[in-house]
């Protein structure tokens, strides 16, 4: 790495910390960006160098709040003893944290720089590496993938290797999940629940439970 990317990292980072502070204490409704340049110590013309825009820089900042998941979910998996299980403790994690930050994770997995995750999350942790370093080997291809689709697809394969998925059934079971978790995301968001969010979660993870045992082999 030469000097021109690691000052344009190290660059990143500060606007990054700064946007994730704001966020923290505030709410996203109160990034600015100048805020962001004061809060940074740098100028406003500087951010433009490295982001295109508020939201983007929103939206990089965003990943930040990814690493209490990120941490936990070793925990939630480390006693699981096939795909399946750990298949259902990704989910059930991913869950909690995105239900009880709703508005973060929309913004990451669905808004308009998400079809630019990918790139967003290979700069992110190229600045912040140590926030992957304590991860299971199993979990990095899935959580460096590009979009919610193409992560959940990567947990079904292994179920699929393992004999316990039909192969041929992944891609029918990848968009069912994902559809029940978007509407409930944006349920979550919109406050549109008659009910908490750990009922959120629950009832989320026992329709994702019966999708997975409706597709399993010899069920």
Known sequence: MNKKEIQKKRMMGYFIEATS?????????????????????YNSATLYNYFDNLNHLIFFSSMKFLKDYVIELSNYIKNSTNSIER??????????HSFNNPKIYYIIFFDKYSDSINDAIKSYYSIFPEELEILPQEILPMLLERN?????????????QEGILDRKNLNEINEIVLLLYQGMLLRVLNNNINYDIT???????????QIIYS?????
């Open 199 to 209: 009922q959120a979660i629950e009832r989320t993870m026992k329709y994702i439970n």
């Open 148 to 160: 919610l689709s193409t992560r959940n697809m990567t947990l079904l394969e292994y179920c699929a």
């Open 87 to 96: 298949y259902l403790s990704v989910w059930k994690c991913f869950c909690y």
């Open 215 to 219: 597709f399993q082999k010899n069920h």
């Open 21 to 41: 502070k704001i966020i923290e204490e505030e709410g996203v409704e109160a990034v600015t960006i100048r805020k962001v340049a004061d809060l940074a110590g």
